[in-house]
Antibody, heavy 122, light 110 residues
Framework: QVQLVQSGAEVKKPGASVKVSCKAS????????MHWVRQAPGQGLEWMGR????????NYAQKFQGRVTMTRDTSISTAYMELSRLRSDDTAVYYC???????????????WGQGTMVTVSS | SYVLTQPPSVSVAPGQTARITCGGN??????VHWYQQKPGQAPVLVVY???DRPSGIPERFSGSNSGNTATLTISRVEAGDEADYYC?????????????FGGGTKLTVL
């Protein structure tokens, strides 16, 4: 079945970087954009950006420009999101999510990973 | 950047109809998607392109979109529908096009 499996929880110190992985299975990895969304404790969903796994092209939300890097390894159907210069307010659950091709412009997110908790604390 | 506004909370008795709104400037010209998120779980797409349902989503979930307001309607509400609901659009109007989420609405089943 189609699924996205993310890497495990991370604890980082302020100023460090974190890299979260998202392994896709059950579909053609290069055929669908992959998005990254985060959710701080008790807060709403916040879009960080997306990557085209076929070309490697990326679109980042302005808020994260310069601090986030999204990459992929097509040989193992895995997408990565690296966030640098971590602050305490980056503490959140980070999700990867696939674009749904059946939605207008592929703009919906039809399959989500289970989430990765990233805690930033000194 | 584009802003989506949702009420923080909506309450409804079991068996009644819940309506959750999502306001945005001329949102009727955009495709709106809705997600359900239960505590400790990832979001699930329940309505896409204003009013279509993914496979496996009950017909009790429906949507509409016109003018400045999109609405998610849940008919014959059940206890299991208690969750947070988020609307979402793709904003192509700015220099940084991307996904925009509403702030979320907590649905309480009384």
């Amino acid at each position: 079945q189609v699924q996205l499996v993310q890497s495990g929880a991370e604890v980082k110190k302020p100023g460090a970087s974190v890299k979260v992985s998202c392994k896709a299975s059950g579909y053609t990895f290069t055929g669908y954009y992959m998005h990254w969304v985060r959710q701080a404790p008790g807060q709403g969903l916040e879009w960080m950006g997306r990557i085209n796994p076929n070309s490697g092209g990326t679109n980042y939300a302005q808020k994260f420009q310069g601090r986030v890097t999204m990459t992929r390894d097509t040989s193992i159907s895995t997408a990565y999101m690296e966030l640098s210069r971590l602050r305490s307010d980056d503490t959140a659950v980070y999700y990867c999510a696939r674009s749904g091709l059946y939605c207008s412009g592929g703009s919906c997110l039809d399959i989500w990973g289970q989430g990765t908790m990233v805690t930033v604390s000194s | 950047s584009y802003v989506l506004t949702q009420p923080p909370s909506v309450s409804v008795a079991p068996g009644q109809t819940a309506r959750i709104t999502c306001g945005g400037n001329n949102i009727g010209s955009k495709s709106v998607h809705w997600y359900q998120q239960k505590p400790g779980q990832a979001p699930v797409l329940v309505v896409y392109d204003d009013s279509d349902r993914p496979s496996g989503i009950p017909e009790r979930f429906s949507g509409s979109n016109s003018g400045n307001t999109a609405t998610l309607t849940i008919s014959r509400v059940e206890a299991g529908d208690e969750a947070d609901y988020y609307c979402q659009v793709w904003d192509s109007s700015s220099d940084h096009p991307g996904v925009v989420f509403g702030g979320g609405t907590k649905l309480t089943v009384l």
